[in-house]
């Protein structure tokens, strides 16, 4: 009986969220083995044919041929939502290497969040798989050794109000496990990297909304982690605090994946060094920014962080003396924001 007790939630439906065993999983031999399944050629057998990838993928350097972390492959996943069946991801399938970061661009609803759950085993995919180090997500016995290491910032904040940044980012470090030994020289690396020591004394519940981000990407990189999934990491942040957050992301991508979704098509040209460009649950272009944009694009964008003492009409001006067809775009009391021809990359430098 308490064999069954201890067994029996995790065969029970976990609702919207979590991964089920079957009732008989005990007979499966990857319950009793830690040899795992060499899902290569499933896979390669799996995308054959499913997508063009010399069409909408760029190879990857060579150095990175051999590095892939992340393997995505026919994803489909459904739901069902007031008695239709609802598309959330279409065949899906590309690879995520180590060393680098990869961005999930697209606008809301089309299967980017979707697709974090299922990398973080929060929902298992309808159908494909999709592998992290050799381990299936869906395999609740293999995503446990994922989620060792694994970091997470979710969408949605979750932090203890009552408790100030640094406590919240101590009692994280302690669930993640991290050695007492280690743990407040860790916690007061996070705090540093993020810039959050004149904060770290506020109540969670007294941030604002930018803030709560910065200590939510805190605590997933907690701990150092191999994988790193940030679901819209740097919503809400202010220009400064992105930036701070983008050079925390660059300075630990060196021998990890790094995967983050995001509505900004700045923050991927700068941050991400492939990009995956999803509609409507599908892949439409995979590279880098040069191959997106030789596909897609219609020129580069110039963003400057301006003061109130800036004069736009003379900035422009300015900036029009080098490139005549320079476009201004956006304009806030944050920065102006400019679109630049590609035919015109030979002038950048003049500027």
Same mark, same amino acid.
């Given at each position: 009986?308490?064999?069954?007790?201890?067994?029996?939630?995790?065969?029970?439906?976990?609702?919207?969220?979590?991964?089920?065993?079957? #009732?008989?999983?005990?007979?499966?031999?990857?319950?009793?083995?830690?040899?795992? +399944?060499?899902?290569?050629?499933?896979?390669?057998?799996?995308?054959?044919?499913? /997508?063009?990838?010399?069409?909408?993928?760029?190879?990857?350097?060579?150095?990175?041929?051999?590095?892939? *972390?992340? @393997?995505?492959?026919?994803?489909?996943?459904?739901?069902?939502?007031?008695?239709?069946?609802?598309?959330?991801?279409?065949? /899906?399938?590309?690879?995520?290497?180590?060393?680098?970061?990869? *961005?999930?661009?697209?606008?809301?609803?089309?299967?980017?969040?979707?697709?974090?759950?299922?990398?973080?085993?929060?929902?298992?995919?309808?159908?494909?798989? &999709?592998?992290?180090?050799?381990?299936?997500?869906?395999?609740?016995?293999?995503?446990?050794?994922?989620?060792?290491?694994?970091?997470?910032?979710?969408? *949605?904040?979750?932090?203890?109000?009552?408790?100030?940044?640094?406590?919240? /980012?101590?009692?994280?470090? $302690?669930?993640?496990?991290? #050695?007492?030994?280690?743990?407040?020289?860790?916690?007061?690396?996070?705090?540093?990297?993020?810039?959050?020591?004149?904060? @770290?004394?506020?109540?969670? +519940?007294?941030?604002?909304?930018?803030?709560? @981000?910065?200590?939510?990407?805190? &605590?997933?990189?907690?701990?150092? #982690?191999?994988?790193? =999934? =940030?679901?819209?990491?740097? $919503?809400?942040?202010?220009?400064?605090?992105?930036?701070?957050?983008?050079?925390?992301?660059?300075?630990?991508?060196?021998?990890?994946?790094? &995967?983050?979704?995001?509505?900004?098509?700045?923050?991927?040209?700068?941050?991400?060094?492939?990009?995956? &460009?999803?509609?409507?649950?599908?892949?439409?272009?995979?590279?880098?920014?040069?191959?997106? +944009?030789?596909?897609?694009?219609?020129?580069?964008?110039?963003?400057?962080?301006?003061?109130?003492?800036?004069?736009?009409?003379?900035?422009?001006?300015?900036?029009?003396?080098?490139? #005549? *067809? $320079?476009?201004?775009?956006?304009?806030?009391?944050?920065?102006?924001?400019?679109?630049?021809?590609?035919?015109?990359?030979?002038?950048?430098?003049?500027?």
């Amino acid at each position: 009986f308490v064999v069954a007790a201890q067994e029996l939630p995790s065969v029970l439906s976990p609702g919207e969220f979590g991964l089920r065993r079957t #009732p008989f999983f005990f007979m499966n031999p990857s319950f009793w083995s830690k040899h795992r +399944k060499n899902y290569k050629e499933l896979y390669e057998s799996s995308i054959n044919g499913s /997508l063009s990838f010399s069409e909408i993928v760029e190879p990857v350097p060579s150095e990175f041929q051999g590095k892939e *972390a992340i @393997r995505i492959s026919c994803v489909q996943k459904t739901f069902r939502k007031k008695g239709e069946t609802v598309e959330a991801l279409r065949n /899906l399938s590309f690879d995520i290497y180590e060393g680098q970061i990869t *961005a999930l661009l697209g606008h809301s609803g089309t299967g980017k969040t979707t697709l974090m759950n299922i990398l973080c085993g929060l929902c298992p995919p309808t159908d494909g798989f &999709v592998s992290v180090y050799g381990h299936r997500v869906s395999e609740i016995d293999e995503m446990l050794e994922v989620r060792q290491i694994a970091g997470v910032c979710p969408q *949605a904040d979750i932090h203890f109000d009552i408790l100030t940044v640094e406590e919240n /980012l101590s009692i994280f470090a $302690a669930i993640k496990g991290i #050695p007492q030994n280690d743990l407040i020289q860790e916690v007061q690396k996070v705090l540093l990297d993020l810039e959050m020591q004149p904060i @770290r004394d506020n109540q969670a +519940k007294k941030l604002s909304g930018g803030q709560k @981000r910065r200590l939510s990407v805190g &605590v997933a990189v907690l701990g150092n #982690p191999k994988v790193l =999934l =940030l679901d819209e990491p740097t $919503a809400g942040m202010d220009p400064c605090s992105r930036h701070i957050v983008w050079n925390l992301l660059r300075s630990r991508k060196a021998n990890r994946v790094t &995967v983050f979704s995001t509505h900004f098509m700045d923050e991927a040209d700068i941050l991400a060094d492939r990009k995956a &460009v999803i509609s409507q649950g599908m892949l439409k272009c995979l590279g880098s920014s040069l191959f997106l +944009k030789s596909k897609w694009g219609i020129g580069y964008r110039l963003s400057m962080h301006i003061d109130a003492y800036c004069n736009t009409e003379a900035t422009t001006s300015l900036i029009r003396q080098h490139i #005549p *067809a $320079a476009s201004l775009i956006q304009q806030n009391h944050e920065q102006l924001v400019y679109t630049l021809p590609l035919k015109d990359m030979d002038k950048f430098a003049g500027i």
